[in-house]
């Protein structure tokens, strides 16, 4: 399993390395596909645009008009001092969106998350518990450890996001029995879920969660980067879901489309320490109000965006079990917010391959389908590939990317049948 995960990992590092086009671009950039004619030539190439759907992340938008307009407008202030009016409603805004009695602004959802780890855990050694395939484990770098101090306990995900209650309970019982165990002082949630695709974790869990934490005296986080995805899909409040919880970062640069930004809400004396700890991570900021400005925009506008997103990327899913392609399949019922997890079967294409093949423009394609389109996706493990929908990406560019992989799919089946493939990507010396 762990050699499954890092495998997963190095395969999109290298991706994102050599990642495609921004939207609304014009290539002419090879693929690589060797002597295939539906692969061979780029947008330029064929005298035509190309049109970009970019479907690696939620993090790739572009700030709306209305986020420009209120960033050049902001009234700022030094924010270091508390002085930056515009900082100061987000904060306001933010808590009261999320049921906290105070909200702090930070540069990024992995400072938010380090704060959080550093304000519950002021002992060194201590222990903190989360899932093996959480954001926070594997992604900030582990930051938990090296700066913090904090030894990490990774249970085993389950599918949907969630790790089992019994075995959390076990390990916070085997190490409060030893005096050779860390002591456990913290449980981070992720929700939604990304390794997971996007799993909301369901209130009755997260209320459990809370039970066994108050029961060890142990305090809960929720990496809520993407908790307002979780808010629209569950149609509740947010202060519903973090009422289960002692603190919770909440991202503006995702799903909410913002350039910049997130925040971390708990009690007034968490959010005071957190300040502190803000200052030595180097997150304080001076006239910041220009990036509040943004993502307030961003969370007045979530629910409208958001549903959108979820819509958008239910529609993909069906339409990828409409195809009927042996090459790729989804499960309907994992898609609960804006994320597509789309498994990839048989040996070809791999998962890189096809993300490869889709980004890829050719004249067959123009010929066959009227469109020049090129659709960034994400191959997420060895057997997986992951589409992500945010403010960017329309009904219309959701539909053209159903086609573009109509048309590959039918092209490796077509390869396939005629024993060509799988081949060696150079065959034609490109």
């Not at 700022?76 to 515009?86: A, I, R, S």
């Not at 903190?128 to 954001?135: I, R």
């Not at 990036?291 to 007045?300: F, I, K, S, T």
């Not at 997890?341 to 040996?347: D, E, Q, R």
Request: glycine share 10%.
């Amino acid at each position: 399993m762990l050699a499954v995960r890092g495998a997963g990992a190095a395969l999109r590092r290298a991706w994102l390395r050599g990642a495609g086009p921004r939207r609304g671009s014009t290539t002419n950039g090879g693929t690589g596909a060797g002597g295939d004619a539906w692969l061979a030539r780029g947008g330029a190439a064929l005298g035509c645009p190309q049109h970009v759907v970019d479907l690696r992340s939620d993090t790739v938008t572009q700030p709306s008009e209305a986020m420009r307009r209120a960033m050049a407008q902001a009234a700022v202030g030094d924010d270091d001092y508390g002085e930056d009016p515009t900082v100061n409603e987000l904060q306001h805004l933010a808590a009261r969106f999320l049921g906290m009695e105070e909200a702090l602004f930070v540069p990024t959802a992995t400072m938010a998350n380090l704060i959080a780890v550093m304000c519950h855990c002021q002992r060194r050694g201590a222990q903190l518990l989360l899932g093996a395939g959480a954001h926070l484990h594997v992604y900030e770098h582990g930051g938990a450890a090296q700066v913090a101090g904090v030894h990490s306990q990774a249970l085993p995900d389950l599918p949907d996001g969630t790790f089992d209650l019994e075995q959390l309970e076990l390990a916070v019982r085997e190490a409060h029995g030893s005096r050779y165990h860390p002591r456990p002082e913290l449980i981070c949630l992720e929700n939604t879920h990304s390794s997971a695709g996007g799993r909301v974790l369901p209130l009755a869990y997260l209320q459990q969660v809370h039970r066994l934490a108050e029961r060890y005296g142990l305090r809960v986080h929720m990496d809520g980067a993407r908790l307002m995805n979780a808010a629209v899909a569950q149609a509740v409040e947010p202060a519903q879901i973090t009422q289960h919880c002692d603190s919770v970062s909440l991202c503006f640069s995702k799903g909410l489309g913002a350039p910049a930004g997130a925040v971390l809400a708990g009690r007034r004396a968490f959010v005071a320490e957190a300040w502190r700890v803000r200052k030595l991570l180097g997150g304080g900021m001076r006239q910041a109000g220009v990036l509040a400005a943004a993502a307030r925009v961003g969370l007045e506008q979530a629910e409208a965006t958001l549903r959108r997103d979820h819509s958008n990327a239910r529609r993909f899913a069906r339409g990828i079990q409409e195809l009927k392609s042996p090459l790729c399949s989804v499960s309907l019922p994992a898609v609960e917010t804006n994320m597509v997890m789309v498994a990839v079967t048989g040996g070809w294409p791999s998962p890189a391959e096809l993300c490869t093949y889709m980004r890829a423009v050719s004249e067959e394609e123009v010929a066959e389908t009227g469109h020049a389109v090129s659709v960034l996706l994400f191959p997420w493990s060895a057997h997986t590939l992951r589409a992500v929908w945010h403010r960017d990406v329309s009904a219309h560019d959701t539909e053209l990317a159903l086609n573009k992989l109509g048309f590959v799919a039918r092209k490796c089946q077509e390869r396939l049948a005629l024993g060509l493939g799988p081949g060696p990507p150079s065959a034609a010396g490109h």
